[in-house]
């Protein structure tokens, strides 16, 4: 195909700039045709490491892709899914959970989720204080980290909260890990702190911040209603 005319078709496709929790603009296209096929055709087994190829795909701006914060790939990953869509909302079912007379009503209900709504759930939290004299600034799990580390067990959630250190914070100085303290020294902190600063610290790691949605939902039958927030983009596209 020409060149001028593969220019031409491109041209036609969306884009869209984003800005990242660290400031960092990057831009995204639609997923090209291509792309969406393969993700089609690809066994059920194989289909998460196809759609991070897919999403890489869709990525006009040079960035390390594998380091970036779990809650930066989720943005890019829902602007991508949403430049692809016709309209920005989308339809999300819930199953009515109220009980009558002791008996689940267990109605289908619809709702239209406004993709425009969508936003972080709180600003990352960087700088834990751990007492008065001493802070740590910390960085957020990546994707490759998020995989291999399990907060719900408290053995992995504890070496994720260490190796999240980036400096150390005593008055006016500044320790930098891997320069100034090496990470292995970070496990004598367990030594200085009590168990509320730590607790800070792993909680912080723990609740990363994620997309979220806030929904109206009422049953048409049984008429009860209550407000629902939608967290990640597995329940925000109803995947």
Known sequence: MKEELKAALLAGFKK???????????????????????????PVEEQEAALMSAIKSCIETKIDFDLLPVYDFELIAFEIRKLNLATPVNTITFICQNEIDGNKCGTEIKVENNLNLVRLSKMPET????????????????????????VEKPSDLFDLS??????????????????DIQPEELLELNDYIDSDAFDRLTEAVANMPTLVADVAVKCPKCGHHEAVRLRGLSEILDM
Do not use: C, W
């Not at 834990?128 to 580390?149: C, D, G, H, T, W």
């Not at 260490?162 to 891997?178: A, T, Y």
């Open 127 to 150: 700088h834990i204080q751990l007492n008065p004299q001493v802070s740590v600034k910390i960085r957020y799990p990546n994707l490759l980290e998020a995989q291999y580390f399990n």
């Open 16 to 42: 869209k700039e984003i800005t990242l929790s660290d400031g960092r603009k990057v831009v995204v296209t639609q997923m090209k045709v291509r792309e969406r096929n393969k993700l089609l055709d690809t």
């Open 162 to 179: 260490l190796r999240m250190i980036q400096e150390i914070h005593l008055g006016n100085d500044v320790m930098k890990v891997g320069i």
